[in-house]
């Protein structure tokens, strides 16, 4: 990562007293809360502290969801032929699991299709329409995309078929599909919605409690349909995680409360937990974004989602097992696919950008894995601090597929949408994006890509930010103050892990590599006699910098987290080093 400016919020002034008294915490963990909650009320502190599903929006107060909901009850109560078409990618998995199995659990069956990464692309295939009025479709439902399908759209109401829309890709200037029965997306440009970052699972699920409203005839659920919903929370949870969702209002209620019922969710879930092997750590958001999530998707990258589907709507222990084995080896596979590949991007990025003039990274080559590009510029984009596209050429083929991410402040959609005189079609959010351009339109895309991020840079003054929680001393770190941040979680997008500022420590001994690929290393601090083992991951650039302040004898400042780390008996306290600077370096 380039390196970042570091940025502590003053103190609450006359808040944190009051903070620690009114909820039993202590004045550092006052301090983090106040510097996350806003507008730090008592009521909203509470809230963030112990999230409760009464955060969670009723679905009517989303527009169109009656109509929606009311189209979805006839289609149930009639047995009407119906389809659910999602995405490729976890959130529209979890989309998808969610209705069959909300569906299911009132005897009406769903049927379903996802599309293919690579002969379809994202959204509605051209195909579809057709097939499915040959099939006797009266109703499609469409999760985590149907926003900007608007000719596939009118050639289903063309051919009799109802479609609702559950989605939350940015719609842009761009009109709603008209020929749609209901449209359900809080980033409508009309949406009265209190909440605009529900994910596509979000949206569904907010469906699947509104038609359990209508077939119950209030807004008391029968017990039965009641639990089934609270059932789903953790497929919701496991999408919001993977589509980087700010973890914030509605969706951290949904993710806490999803993590709490996991392990005991569905056969598909438990399977997926066992071949990720966190059979016996008490899982949280990372464990699913970087266990769980990497498999779920792994399906789509490298073949067809359709595996994906079939082990989270399967209740056979059996065979949900054997799914998730093949999904274990389809994510090896696309490992190596994506270490290959990021070698040859990151090559490519640090030879021809400069990192003083270029605000965005963007690299292509030919004959790129296209099902793990998106990985590689969530990589790029982490390790160079700014906006990433990689964009992969099928052999001989003019037309080439990029995918792009993002960092704070520079809004992915929007950055295309300027730029998007270059392009065939483009979609996606403020941090992540899919897009397909011509081959002798990629430098003029380029240059209007890296452009329009430089004039966003500019403007902002938008600089690779660490947002602190607090500046304290080793020796305020304790078991208790690790119970507090326990209170944080789940943390992700939006909540991140708690950064503290440690300055002027001293290094005790000299630096050392770790890991099976080296890529990691540990030293020792110490402060006013107080010594702790810490421990940086993926970030070599700083072991120079840590190896030249040991051996000048020169004291250090660090941005930190501290952990409990549990391979050792007993569990030892230590710090995760997020970056660090010569002590008094600004």
Not at 361 to 375: K, M, P, R, S, T
Not at 424 to 445: K, M, S
Not at 482 to 492: D, H, S
């Amino acid at each position: 990562m380039a390196s970042a400016r570091w940025l502590l919020k003053p103190d609450p002034a006359g808040l944190v007293a009051e903070t620690a008294e009114r909820f039993g915490l202590s004045r550092i963990m006052a301090g983090v809360v106040l510097r996350r909650v806003n507008p730090p009320t008592p009521d909203n502190i509470r809230a963030y502290l112990k999230p409760s599903l009464n955060a969670l929006i009723p679905p009517w107060r989303m527009d169109g969801m009656d109509k929606a909901a009311e189209r979805l009850a006839r289609a149930v109560e009639s047995r009407q032929p119906a389809v659910v078409y999602g995405d490729y990618d976890t959130d529209g998995v979890t989309a998808c699991a969610l209705m069959i199995r909300a569906c299911r659990a009132v005897g009406y069956s769903l049927g379903y299709r996802l599309p293919s990464r690579f002969d379809d692309g994202y959204g509605i295939s051209p195909d579809f329409p057709g097939q499915a009025a040959a099939e006797g479709v009266k109703l499609v439902l469409t999760v985590d995309c149907g926003t900007s399908e608007h000719e596939n759209i009118g050639r289903l109401a063309e051919n009799g078929i109802d479609v609702i829309v559950t989605d939350h890709h940015e719609p842009g200037d761009r009109e709603l599909p008209r020929a749609a029965h209901a449209i359900l997306n809080p980033k409508r440009n009309d949406s009265s919605y209190p909440f605009r970052d529900l994910t596509g699972v979000g949206v569904a699920f907010k469906l699947a409690w509104a038609l359990y409203e209508k077939l119950s005839g209030s807004a008391r659920i029968e017990s039965r349909l009641r639990e089934t919903l609270l059932s789903l929370l953790p497929l919701a949870a496991i999408g919001t995680i993977a589509d980087v969702a700010p973890l914030v209002n509605e969706n951290r209620a949904i993710v806490a409360w999803g993590l709490r019922a996991i392990r005991d969710a569905l056969p598909g879930i438990a399977a997926l937990i066992g071949v990720s092997r966190l059979e016996n750590a008490e899982l949280n958001a990372r464990d699913v974004a970087f266990s769980l999530s990497p498999r779920l998707n792994a399906a789509g990258r490298m073949g067809s989602a359709d595996l994906s589907l079939k082990l989270l709507i399967e209740d056979d222990p059996a065979a949900a097992r054997l799914f998730a084995e093949e999904l274990d080896r389809h994510n090896t596979d696309r490992q190596e696919k994506c270490r290959d590949i990021l070698e040859e991007a990151s090559s490519q990025a640090e030879k021809n950008h400069d990192p003083a003039l270029d605000a965005a990274i963007l690299v292509a080559n030919d004959g790129w894995h296209e099902g793990v590009i998106g990985i590689v510029a969530g990589r790029l984009s982490e390790k160079f601090a700014k906006p990433a596209a990689v964009v992969s050429f099928p052999a001989e083929q003019e037309r080439g597929r990029g995918s792009a991410r993002s960092v704070d402040g520079f809004n992915l959609y929007r950055i295309l949408a300027n730029s998007s005189s270059h392009l065939l079609a483009f979609g996606g959010h403020e941090l992540a994006a899919g897009f397909t351009v011509a081959r002798d339109r990629l430098e003029a895309f380029r240059q209007a890509f890296l452009e329009e991020c430089r004039i966003l840079a500019e403007r902002d003054n938008l600089l690779p930010t660490l947002n602190l929680d607090a500046e304290i001393s080793l020796s305020d770190l304790n078991h208790r103050l690790l119970e507090e941040l326990e209170l944080l979680r789940p943390v992700g997008q939006g909540n991140p892990e708690p950064a503290f500022l440690i300055r002027r420590v001293r290094l005790a001994g000299s630096a050392r590599l770790m890991g099976k690929d080296q890529r990691h290393f540990q030293f020792n601090v110490s402060q006013a006699g107080i010594c702790y083992r810490a421990v940086v991951f993926n970030r070599l650039e700083l072991l120079p910098l840590i190896e030249d302040l040991a051996a000048g004898r020169k004291p250090l400042d660090i941005v930190c987290t501290p952990t409990l780390n549990r391979f050792f008996s007993p569990p030892r306290l230590e710090l995760q080093v997020g970056d660090a600077k010569a002590a008094g370096a600004d």
